[in-house]
């Protein structure tokens, strides 16, 4: 049996979407969109769900996750209903209900609890500091005595496994909704893992956008953050294991052409560019994917801007030796550092980083479960 919400399209425009009535259903935007394919049509489709409140249908529908938001469907709409954006608080609808926590439905829809929460995480990191911190060394800079590595990085380890947690459940709550009534056998999972690897690697379909440039920014940003994250997980297992391992943190600081120094340079350059462009881009407003911006788009482009700016402020103070602006930095890049993982990994944007490659990878397994299921009936018949 089917159910209808009769107040789907008004609960969807709390996630941004105010246009859905408007459409007439002519399917120009699902022509235009050079993402869709006649196994999974958008975004006409959803749209039609939405008019009918099929509240079920939208819910273990993937394709949300195979639009990119280029914005072809947007320009082309001879109604102004912009089916881009509605695809885009499809996206944010979907994260809410996959979220058994809540917290992603009250960040979406509350501005009062956006603060907060921003807010509270932001001044409980700083109050952790202020109390846990080591000794303050003025002679020469030693952030590592500042923020000592056997606190801080079992700590980030303990809050990364909260975040793995918690990103992980509600992919398996996404799961759960695309795979409704198909079995698809342990072996496909398997076989299909590489389907999931490259569209985590390379966001592949990206590229398939009109908009070339799309890829290289997003490519951009997503190299950036890849670097820190492998930066951070093996800088302090290396100094463990290597005890001549120069220190990036404790003076004297070893040269610029050192290969971790190089790579972190990167990583911060490449997203503070690529942070710049998108903020730039929101505020311009010139094309269909920038013309409106949630408040949650604003919450993670500042707070990344802000954690980036602070990392490479901690890195140009310890170059220069400056022991007092390193550490009141470092405490403000660790404040601006754990609301946007926090937030962000499991109940917002980044989220959709996850998302999107499981729900090729779930679509794949899909597709191949049911073929394996119609050729016997094929036979048979
Ligand atoms: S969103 Fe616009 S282009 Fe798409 S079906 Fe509706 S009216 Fe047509
Ligand atoms: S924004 Fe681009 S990818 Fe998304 S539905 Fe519209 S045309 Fe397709």
Redesign the pocket.
């Known amino acids: 049996m089917t159910r209808v919400n009769p107040d789907l399209a008004k609960e969807l425009e709390k996630f941004g979407a105010k246009t859905v009535t ?9 022509a235009v969109c050079p993402l869709s394919e006649s196994s999974v049509a958008f ?2 489709k959803l ?1 039609r769900y939405l008019q009918l409140g099929l509240e079920q249908k939208i819910l273990e529908s993937v394709e949300p996750w195979l639009c990119y938001y280029c914005g072809e ?1 947007s320009e ?8 881009g954006e ?1 695809m885009m608080s499809l996206r944010r609808y979907l994260t809410s209900r996959y979220d058994w926590t809540g917290l992603s439905k009250r960040l979406y829809t509350s501005k009062v609890w956006k603060i907060f929460s921003v807010g509270f995480l932001f001044f409980a990191t700083l109050a952790i500091i202020y109390r846990f911190h080591g000794p303050i060394v003025t002679e020469h800079t030693e952030l590592e005595t500042f923020a000592p590595a056997e606190i801080v990085h079992p700590a980030g380890y303990a809050f990364g496994t909260v975040l793995a947690i918690l990103i992980l459940s509600n992919i398996y709550r996404m799961h759960k909704y695309i795979m409704k009534g198909v079995n698809a056998p342990f072996s496909l999972y398997i076989s299909e893992l590489k389907t999931l690897i490259v569209h985590f690697a390379t966001q592949a379909r990206l590229r398939l956008c009109g908009n070339k440039s799309m890829w290289w920014k997003h490519w951009l940003l997503m190299s950036g953050y890849t670097v820190a994250f492998i930066l951070v997980q093996i800088d302090y297992p290396l100094g463990e294991i290597f005890g001549e391992y120069p220190s990036l943190t404790n003076y004297p600081f070893p040269p610029p052409w050192h290969p971790v120094k190089i790579a972190w340079t990167y990583s911060m350059g490449a997203m503070l560019i690529a942070t710049t462009i998108f903020i730039i881009e929101r505020i311009r407003k010139k094309d269909p994917a920038h013309k409106y911006s949630h408040s949650t788009d604003w919450m993670f482009l500042i707070l990344l801007w802000c954690t980036v700016f602070t990392g490479l402020l901690v890195r140009i103070f310890m170059e220069l030796d400056m022991p007092i602006p390193t550490y009141y930095t470092f405490a403000l890049h660790l404040a601006f550092t754990v609301p946007l993982l926090g937030l962000e990994v499991p109940f917002t944007k980044w989220s959709h980083l996850a998302y999107r490659p499981f729900a090729l990878y779930f679509v794949r397994v899909k597709e191949r479960a049911l073929q394996a299921r119609q050729q016997p009936q094929e036979e048979e018949s």
Not at 23 to 29: E, I, S, T, V
Not at 76 to 83: F, G, W
């Open positions: 408007v459409c007439f259903n002519c399917g120009n935007c699902t975004p006409r749209i469907c082309t709409c001879p109604r102004q209903a912009d089916p509605l």
